[in-house]
């Protein structure tokens, strides 16, 4: 219980928010230190001046029409306006505000907002510079996808003039073979991506339900020969969970990316192993791919480890895209991508998926 003889004034002066009583006439009628601190000016001169000189002369007439309102009775909550300090610094406050009709004074508490409005414009630019880079990421990657298309084409056809029947050496028409299997699966895949780009509906419309084991063997087969050349080993279990609502095209991406990676950035003194296995629980479910490779000193580089560009390894062949575009398939679909890894001691990549 507070005592009768509590002296209110001290909560007005005390507060470290700005507190005012003003008149109707548009004049401060009191204000607590808080005011004059915040502003820079003396209690004196805040009281001499209409309230409106302070105001930012671009918010002055929506400020104006506001307190018409409040000599309407109409109380007022958390209403954003710009005071311009003496230093000339522009503040963003935010007003509850309470009329009394009878006295012809408006009671009013403000909160300093500038730093929420200053985050809110860094993040508002932030996003629109994310979604100008991703339109041109969008552009660059359609042109390219559409643009390699005719020179493998035209590889393709010059292995159609090929006469193998005048061949004798049969490992020569097992490569020729070969090289064709390759080029047919690239062109695929380059028609996949230019499909998947000029789709005209929406990111969610293009979530389906997707074979992990299909997926993966796709991508085994577009690179066998690296597979054999670098003699990885790769150990498979999708007992869990043989599906995952997800994208095709992008789940081939991720498995290509990881595994490509893992068999480029493998240690020099093994051989590169690497296991993919997907489990599901609480909603999520979680495809897991780990290697025996280099891996990452997470202390110095995590926080970059999926930026665009981002190149951890002397490879001149190394353009730090892959684990950019891993991240970005993944949480375009509201994903999230997870890494564990210590320094020539592999890495393991958590991707979940929401069900």
């Given amino acids: 219980m507070i005592s009768d003889n509590f002296d209110y004034g001290r909560f007005f002066e005390l507060s470290p928010d700005p507190l005012c009583i003003a008149g109707f006439d548009g004049y401060f009628k009191k204000i607590n230190p808080a005011v004059s601190k ?54 963003w406050l935010s007003w509850t505000s309470l009329p009394v009709d009878s006295d012809r004074l408006v009671f009013a508490i403000a909160k300093d907002v500038t730093h929420k409005i200053r985050l809110e414009e860094e993040r508002n630019l932030l996003l629109a510079n994310l979604t100008k880079l991703n339109q041109e990421l969008k552009q660059l990657n359609y042109t390219t996808s559409h643009d390699l298309r005719s020179p493998v084409n035209n590889l393709l056809s010059l292995f159609k003039l090929i006469d193998v029947s005048k061949i004798a050496d049969q490992k020569t028409i097992q490569l020729i073979n070969f090289l064709k299997q390759t080029g047919n699966k690239l062109t695929q895949t380059l028609d996949n991506y230019v499909d998947l780009l000029t789709e005209k509906h929406s990111l969610n419309a293009t979530v389906e339900e997707v074979d992990l084991n299909d997926s993966l063997n796709k991508v085994l087969a577009s690179i066998s020969s690296l597979i054999k050349t670098s003699k990885a080993s790769i150990h498979t279990d999708f007992s ?116």
Avoid: W
């Fill in 38 to 91: 915040l502003l820079g000016y003396t209690m004196e001169e805040l009281y001499a001046r209409p309230i409106d000189s302070f105001v930012h002369p671009d918010d002055r007439s929506l400020t104006s029409q506001v307190r018409e309102e409040l000599k309407k009775a109409k109380p007022l909550n958390h209403f954003e306006n710009r005071y311009v300090t003496k230093s000339g610094e522009i503040i």
């Fill in 240 to 355: 869990k969970t043989g599906s995952i609502k997800f994208n095709k095209a992008y789940m081939e991406s991720v498995f290509l990316n990881l595994i490509t990676n893992a068999i480029k950035y493998a240690r020099p003194d093994s051989l590169p192993e690497i296991s993919i296995c997907s489990e599901k629980g609480d909603g999520v479910s979680h495809l897991i791919i780990s290697d025996n490779g280099q891996g990452f000193d997470l202390e110095k580089v995590e926080g970059r480890v999926f930026g665009l560009h981002q190149k951890f390894h002397d490879y001149s062949d190394s353009k730090g895209v892959g684990l950019y575009l891993v991240h970005t398939h993944i949480t375009s679909f509201g994903g999230k991508v997870n890494l564990e890894s210590k320094l020539n001691e592999g890495s393991k990549f958590i991707l979940s998926f929401p069900d």
